[in-house]
């Protein structure tokens, strides 16, 4: 079992920055792919960026590549989302995901087993 607990979240104007970080419980935190996603309003859940097991490989979603930067911890049990160049449409609540590692970089919502609480991402124009 995984307990996942975001941070970092709040209100930023446009080309601003915020790190969100993703706190996880348990000691097989190293085993476990990790994902960021998320959920703007009326929309649906959505993939955003993805760390392999040891963070030696990430994915991106193509509207956020060269703007965030996905990078773990091990030693802390916690994974990072580096936002930068923030757009208002990046307003969302994120979502920070635990996968087995044999599914490390996947984009797909089912794949995640474990799922923090999410933190809110607002940015002004």
């Known amino acids: 079992q995984v307990q996942l607990v975001e941070s970092g979240g709040g209100l930023v104007q446009a080309g601003g920055s915020l790190r969100l970080s993703c706190a996880a419980s348990?000691?097989?935190?190293?085993?476990?792919?990790m994902g960021w996603f998320r959920q703007a309003p009326g929309k649906e859940r959505a993939f955003v960026a993805a760390t392999t097991w040891n963070g030696a490989t990430t994915f991106y979603a193509d509207s956020v590549r060269g703007r965030f930067a996905i990078s773990r911890d091990n030693a802390k049990n916690t994974v990072y989302l580096q936002m930068n160049s923030l757009k208002p449409e990046d307003t969302a609540v994120y979502y920070c995901?635990?996968?087995?590692?044999?599914?490390?970089?996947?984009?797909?919502?089912?794949?995640?087993?474990?799922w923090g609480q999410g933190t809110q991402v607002t940015v002004s124009s």
């Open positions: 348990g000691p097989t935190f190293s085993s476990y792919g």
């Open positions: 995901a635990a996968t087995p590692s044999r599914y490390s970089g996947s984009t797909y919502m089912y794949r995640y087993n474990y």
